[in-house]
């Protein structure tokens, strides 16, 4: 068993993160999705959404520098390029959204992909003993649970 600097098996490494890179394709889809319906939304809740939306999309654009600077942590490459994203995403592309109801539907769908692609990672990072990334995940599943069920509420359904 080889191990890296920060005492890691590289082996498992490895294989996280490739599951960071594909996490970071799908952030890069769900940050373009948020500049998206914050750009394009229109109605009565426009005042409401607005600002929310670019709120969701600050906090994505943070989530995406913490996965790539995590890959390169485990001494890989992040995905850098559109072409790459496109490849690897799960996540739903929104295009043209400008409804209230469809842009918070996309957020509730696109976090759904999210919370997959990490309970993943968390399950892989906790087995190969890698608490930074375990942590990590953790951390943003929390968030997005809330995320969802406050989204949810707001469409008036459950989670």
């Known amino acids: 068993m ?5 005492g890691l098996e590289t082996t498992k490494t490895k294989e996280i993160a490739n599951d960071l890179n594909t996490l970071l394709a ?16 229109k109605g009565k809740r426009f ?8 709120e969701l999309y600050t906090d994505a654009n943070v989530k995406v ?8 942590t485990l001494g890989a490459t992040p995905l850098h390029t559109f072409e790459d994203y496109s490849k690897a995403a ?8 400008s409804e209230d109801e469809k842009a918070v539907q996309l957020i509730v769908d696109s976090l759904s992909e999210l919370l997959k692609i990490e309970r993943q990672i968390l399950d892989d990072s906790g087995e ?7 942590s ?15 989204m949810k509420a707001w469409l008036g359904e459950s989670v």
């Open 2 to 6: 080889t191990t890296n600097s920060i």
């Open 26 to 41: 799908n952030f890069q889809i769900y940050y373009q999705n948020l500049r998206g319906i914050h750009w394009n939304i």
């Open 47 to 54: 005042f409401e959404l607005h600002p929310k939306f670019e």
């Open 65 to 72: 520098d913490e996965i790539a600077e995590r890959v390169l």
């Open 90 to 97: 799960k996540v739903p592309v929104g295009k043209n959204i």
């Open 128 to 134: 190969a003993n890698d608490e930074g990334t375990n």
């Open 136 to 150: 990590m995940m953790s951390d943003f599943i929390t968030e997005q649970e809330k995320t969802v069920w406050m």
